[in-house]
């Protein structure tokens, strides 16, 4: 039997009373200047075969071309996606400063 526990608070997810969440993020960079035209093929293509060109100069380098792309997962168990959900980013919202006299 496969043993899950919350990538959030380490809690063990029993699969049988617990229900597990399963939280995906995809980063990617946008790629906001392609060429727009009415079918969008050729322009398509001729993006496709310069994306090739640029990726065979890549594979020349030992080191591996990095775009920023990264596929993330995460098991969360019930309370953490309920927290997850608000605050999809975990940024904090301003209330983390304690300006208190001492
Ligand atoms: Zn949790």
Redesign the pocket.
Known sequence: MLHYS?D??K?PIHSQNDVRHVVKIEVFPAVEDLPSSPTGLTDEADHLDAMHEILERMGDDDLPFDDGTRSLRFD??D??RQRFVKNPLGFKTGKHFDFSNN
């Open positions: 919350c959030a608070c809690r969360l168990c309370a953490c």
